[in-house]
Structures are given as C-alpha cells and as structure tokens.
C-alpha cells in the first residue's frame, strides 16, 4: 500500500490566488513527521515545511501552511497568493519514528505539477 | 555554502560499466541517503547510512552498493550498469528533526 499518496498529478492556478495540494499518508507510528518539498524545472529539491505528529497548531512558512488533519490522515499543502515563481513539481513526504532514534527514512508522494497562469 | 555536494552531475554509461557517485556534507549531520528519481515514481530510497559506518538497504537496493567513508561522504556505486538505471540521483543528509538536505541531483543514462 502506497505510504503517501498525492492524487493530483496536476494542478492549475491563477496568479494570486490561493491554491491546496492534496496528500494522504498511512502510517501506524504514534510519532511521525510531514514533509512538503518544491522541485523547479531546474531540478533541486527545496524544503517548505515540516509538521510533527504532535504538533497542535497547523504549520505555517510565510505563504506555505500545512492544513493537518490526523484524524484523516491528511497533510495538505496550501499556497496563497501563487506567484509565477510557484510553478514547480511538489511532494509531499512522511518520516516515520524509526524505533525512537533521531533519523528516519522518508518516503515521498508522486508528486503533484503545479502551473501558476499569470 | 556548500550544503550537499555530488558529482558528476551527468554521466553516461554503457550497459556493464561500473561508476561510482561521490556525496559530501559539510552539515555535520549523521545520517545520509541516496534517491532516485524516475518520471511518475517521485524519489525512491535506495540506500542510506544512519550513521558513519552502518548502512541499510532502503526501497530499490538491487544493483547498488554504497560506502560511508567517513562522517561527511557517501558514495553510490553501479557494479554492472543496466538501462533500468537511468535515472537522476540524488544524495540528502538529514537533520535531527528528519529534514533532507537535497544535492543538485546526478543524471545517470545507460545505453
């Protein structure tokens, strides 16, 4: 079974809107992180933001947020006032709690394209 | 600012060759991974290293081998290339909250 799922391949946006990219993730760790990075055309992979399992406030990086829902065990990212610079592949990640220690290995989404329109 | 440092960033290879892809941190961090990127499969985990001197397998292990050199390397090697190995590849180290430090990525073509 897929551990993160991103079920958008693509997604269009307007110019200064705001925009939602969809993951779900499946995990039976108490303790477990979510992960959220940007791949432009040129290639690098650029970190957004993180949200733990027990954080309680949703987390938020200028106009990134992660809308957290446990419960559903959904990590969606959310994009407001897109700007063309926004275009870029995006994926979504989960860090499982490996036996307690401080690393774990991630396990990345599909990834969802996201065009910004002017 | 170095961050993550891999080279080469292309290569091309004939089916049998061998390479090897060289990996450096300046981070400090302990543990260290390589990925690979096929189009509609997002990154894989092929091999990672928690620390300098243990490794595991990871997802896509066969056909691989890797070294942790030391604290701040990590290398990647094909034995025997095959097509089913192009791919960009990308080598992370890790901080103590999980989050990946990505390198620029290597673009591995086997003819």
């Known amino acids: 079974a897929q551990k993160i799922t991103q079920t958008q391949p693509g997604m269009f946006v307007q110019e200064k809107e705001a925009v939602t990219l969809d993951c779900t993730y499946d995990?039976?760790?108490?303790?477990?992180?979510l992960f959220w990075y940007k791949q432009p055309s040129s290639g690098e992979m650029i970190f957004l933001i993180y949200?733990?399992?027990?954080?309680?406030q949703n987390a938020t990086e200028g106009r990134y947020s992660l809308n957290f829902q446990k419960a559903r065990k959904s990590a969606n990212l959310v994009i407001s006032a897109s700007q063309l610079g926004d275009s870029a592949m995006y994926f979504c990640?989960?860090?499982?709690?490996?036996?307690?220690?401080?690393?774990?290995?991630?396990?990345f989404g599909q990834g969802t394209i996201l065009t910004v329109h002017p | 600012n170095a961050g993550v440092t891999q080279t080469p960033k292309f290569q091309v290879l004939k089916t049998g060759q061998s390479m090897t892809l060289q990996c450096a941190q300046d981070?400090?961090?302990?543990?260290m991974y390589w990925y690979r990127q096929d189009p509609g499969m997002g990154l894989r985990l092929i091999y990672y290293?928690?620390?300098?001197?243990?490794?595991d397998k990871g997802e896509v292990p066969n056909g691989y081998n890797v070294s942790r050199l030391n604290k701040r390397e990590f290398s990647l090697r094909l034995e025997s290339a095959a097509p089913s190995q192009t791919s960009v590849y990308f080598c992370?180290?890790?901080?103590?909250?999980?989050?990946?430090?990505f390198g620029e990525g290597s673009r591995l073509t086997v003819l």
């Open positions: 990640a989960m860090r499982e709690n490996a036996g307690g220690t401080s690393y774990g290995k991630l396990t």
């Open positions: 995990t039976s760790d108490q303790s477990y992180g």
């Open positions: 949200q733990g399992s027990y954080d309680e």
């Open positions: 981070m400090n961090h302990n543990s």
């Open positions: 290293s928690a620390s300098e001197g243990t490794t």
């Open positions: 992370a180290s890790q901080t103590g909250a999980g989050e990946l430090f």
